[in-house]
């Protein structure tokens, strides 16, 4: 088992370092470039839309190629988009048919992931396999968004593209030692009813956890370079939550096959909804610092135990059409985060509102995430 899971680790390593050289500063570089945060707004909106569009379209190519061809292919458009990225500010080439590459070349990328791991992690120690998965790329990226920030700052965020480029050129190479696995594509909108219907709780809170996902990957560093106007701070900020979060995320993944799921994912809910709440507050360098530093340890509490989860759920479905399904709650969280921001672009700070409502209700969420024909799947 260890053996398939090595090239898995090693692709993500390299492609989040290559990711968290850039993720987090592509709206950043948008707005240096005098786009507004409405249009920022439209375009994260459009490539959700794209990561669900090509998700659900398993089409007769979908058919007859292996996921594992499918995850290749993501690699050249992945450098094509951060080319085009880097050469933005000459060639002004149209953002949001970027935003639809960027849902392409995530569609491609994630969902065969998502696969790979789930067909290859030891389904009894689910929850240390999901603490490294999840956290060796973040060490493997520990300071990359300090660094992206210095590099910003000196000359410009172009090399930074160049070099998340060939970082994803070198992923390519553990890509080609994942062992092959084909899933047969028999997805339907009567499928994801049938999923709906039997995992209907999950779905909902899966809306619920991806709102937080969104609002600290894209709206929190956006927030955070508003009022500093400075992308070294925000590279410093997302070192300081990435640095705790690896840690946290991989002692607690050792742990949390032997402890019980809820009360973790409560407790993280409880820690993020008052975090939200002091974002609400006047903020100062002090406090976005602060904040930062507790969220590095109060996200893992509800990702690595939801992420088990998700993968337990998978594993009794057919996994690719249980991932594919996930899509669907996941793209409604980010409509709903992007969709409020677009109308209320000028007053970024009301969308703290969204998470604080998010995690009050996951916060008392139901004690059961499984079929519900079986409501003692998740209960431990």
């Not at 080439?93 to 789930?118: D, K």
């Not at 520990?142 to 700052?153: E, M, Q, T, V």
């Not at 590095?296 to 594993?315: C, D, K, M, R």
Request: some cysteine; overall charge positive.
């Amino acid at each position: 088992m260890k053996s398939k899971l090595t090239p898995i680790y090693a692709v993500t390593s390299i492609s989040s370092l290559a990711g968290s050289l850039v993720g987090i500063f592509i709206p950043i570089f948008l707005l240096s470039l005098g786009y507004g945060l409405r249009q920022i707004m439209l375009y994260c909106l459009i490539r959700s839309a794209a990561i669900l569009a090509f998700a659900l379209l398993p089409g007769l190519s979908r058919k007859r190629v292996t996921l594992k061809a499918l995850m290749i292919a993501q690699a050249p458009v992945q450098i094509l988009i951060l080319v085009v990225l880097a050469t933005l500010k000459t060639t002004h080439a149209p953002i949001y048919y970027l935003a639809l590459l960027q849902g392409l070349q995530a569609s491609l990328y994630y969902i065969p992931l998502h696969v790979f791991f789930t067909k290859a992690a030891d389904q009894k120690s689910m929850g240390r396999n999901v603490g490294v998965f999840l956290s060796l790329p973040g060490l493997f990226g520990i300071g990359a968004p300090l660094l992206s920030g210095l590099i910003a700052a000196r000359w410009g965020f172009a090399p930074l593209f160049y070099i998340s480029a060939a970082m994803v050129a070198i992923s390519l190479v553990p890509l080609s030692q994942i062992q092959s696995y084909h899933e047969p594509m028999t997805f339907s909108l009567g499928r994801l009813k049938h999923l709906y219907d039997r995992y209907r709780t999950y779905f909902w809170l899966e809306i619920i956890e991806n709102i937080q996902e969104e609002m600290d990957l894209v709206i929190w560093p956006l927030a955070v370079y508003l009022f500093a106007r400075s992308t070294i701070q925000v590279g410093y900020i997302a070192t300081l939550i990435g640095a705790g979060s690896a840690v946290f995320t991989y002692l607690i993944g050792r742990r949390s096959d032997r402890r019980a799921k809820l009360p973790m994912l409560r407790l993280g809910a409880l820690l993020m909804l008052g975090l939200w709440l002091w974002r609400e507050l006047p903020l100062n360098s002090g406090s976005i610092v602060a904040i930062s530093a507790i969220v590095s340890f109060a996200t893992v509490l509800i990702i690595v135990p939801f992420s088990t989860i998700i993968y337990g759920l998978a594993s009794q479905n057919k996994a690719r059409e249980f991932i594919i399904f996930r899509e669907v709650p996941v793209f409604l969280a980010r409509a709903i985060v992007y969709t409020i921001g677009f109308v209320i672009a000028t007053y970024i700070h009301n969308l703290f509102w969204i998470p604080i409502v998010a995690y009050a209700l996951f916060a008392v969420m139901p004690p059961v995430m499984g079929a519900q024909s079986n409501p003692a799947t998740e209960t431990k």
